[in-house]
Nanobody
Framework: QVQLVESGGGLVQAGGSLRLSCTASGRTLSVYGVGWFRQAPGKEREFVAGILWNTGYTYPADSVKGRFTISRDVAKKTVTLQMNSLKPEDTASYYC???????????????WGQGTQVTVSS
């Protein structure tokens, strides 16, 4: 089992920044990829960015390229999502997920955090 805990959400004005963190514990050696997803009320869960745990290769969604950066700290078992130039449409619950595959789909991940709320005001 792998446990994931997110932190760092909050309320920010449009154009501002937030940093989300996802800390893993448990059988982390089994993790191949870590992804961030978000879900707004009434919408499907959407892929935001992912990172390969071993190599650090990143793959952000087109909607956040140039604004969001995903990174990892292997020693701290933490994946960080730095979000800049935030827009009201970025408002959602953000979830960290870990799994055995490289995927942009929720089905590709076995372990999920509880989520953290990001609200961007206009």
């Amino acid at each position: 089992q792998v446990q994931l805990v997110e932190s760092g959400g909050g309320l920010v004005q449009a154009g501002g920044s937030l940093r989300l963190s996802c800390t893993a514990s448990g059988r982390t050696l089994s993790v191949y990829g870590v992804g961030w997803f978000r879900q707004a009320p009434g919408k499907e869960r959407e892929f935001v960015a992912g990172i390969l745990w071993n190599t650090g290769y990143t793959y952000p969604a087109d909607s956040v390229k140039g604004r969001f950066t995903i990174s990892r700290d292997v020693a701290k078992k933490t994946v960080t999502l730095q979000m800049n130039s935030l827009k009201p449409e970025d408002t959602a619950s953000y979830y960290c997920a870990a799994g055995l595959s490289l995927s942009t789909q929720p089905e590709g991940y076995r372990y999920w955090g509880q989520g953290t709320q990001v609200t961007v005001s206009s």
